[in-house]
């Protein structure tokens, strides 16, 4: 595989060969200069490895830029006529294909995009998967919460020997089926546990010896 940096260092293109076959993902930056959209790689009708400008556009034939999604309740689309909105549409042009059918159609939104908390941590409070119904609706997206333990919590999963609260943090997840799960890290940013939380669903079974104790 290849990447392609910009003068900051941030990976715009990466490119891969597979079968025979070029493949093309890019990363589009917001304001801040934080990784905002992952465009999902696609084959192209190409051989070359330099670096393809205007690869991904806007329905206004422009590149597909922060513009198109910063400040925007739901992102722009990408234009079918390029790029990985064009291989993931019915307008692609891969007819020598017996699979061509098989190939889902993103309805312009090739791509996965990533909010970040008002702050310096650089922390990721939202994300949208690939697809229009996952940019478009809110109950689909994925959201996370940054928070503190404490010793009460860190002694039931470890008994006496959990170190000080202080040490540790917690960080709860939302994805898009509704399921909560919560992870507990140490100083290090390493999962020392995980559970899942919020109501268990209707099709399972209550085990008798689980006490009502929140996570």
Do not use: C, W
Request: net charge neutral; no cysteine; aromatic share 10%.
């Amino acid at each position: 595989g290849m990447n392609y940096y910009d003068g900051s260092l941030r990976a715009r293109q990466n490119i891969s060969q597979q079968g025979g076959e070029q493949i093309r993902g890019e990363s589009i930056y917001d304001n801040e200069g934080r990784a905002a959209v992952s465009i999902i790689p696609a084959p192209l009708n190409s051989t070359g490895l330099q670096y393809i400008e205007n690869l991904n556009l806007n329905p206004s034939r422009e590149s597909y830029s922060r513009s198109d999604f910063e400040g925007k309740a739901i992102a722009g689309k990408l234009s079918d006529t390029s790029g990985s909105s064009k291989y993931y549409s019915s307008n692609n042009d891969v007819f020598n294909q017996e699979h061509r059918d098989l190939i889902p159609d993103a309805q312009g939104y090739p791509l996965s995009i990533s909010e970040y908390e008002r702050s310096t941590l650089g922390r990721i409070s939202k994300q949208k998967g690939v697809g229009k119904l996952y940019q478009e609706n809110k109950e689909n997206q994925s959201q996370y919460y940054y928070g503190s333990t404490n010793d009460f919590e860190l002694k039931r999963l470890f008994g006496s020997n959990a170190g000080k609260a202080i040490y540790y943090r917690k960080v709860m997840s939302k994805d898009p089926n509704g399921q909560i799960s919560v992870k507990y890290l140490d100083g290090s940013d390493k999962v020392i546990a995980e559970a899942l939380a919020g109501a268990p669903p209707s099709n399972l079974t209550r085990l008798d010896n689980i006490r009502n104790d929140s996570v």
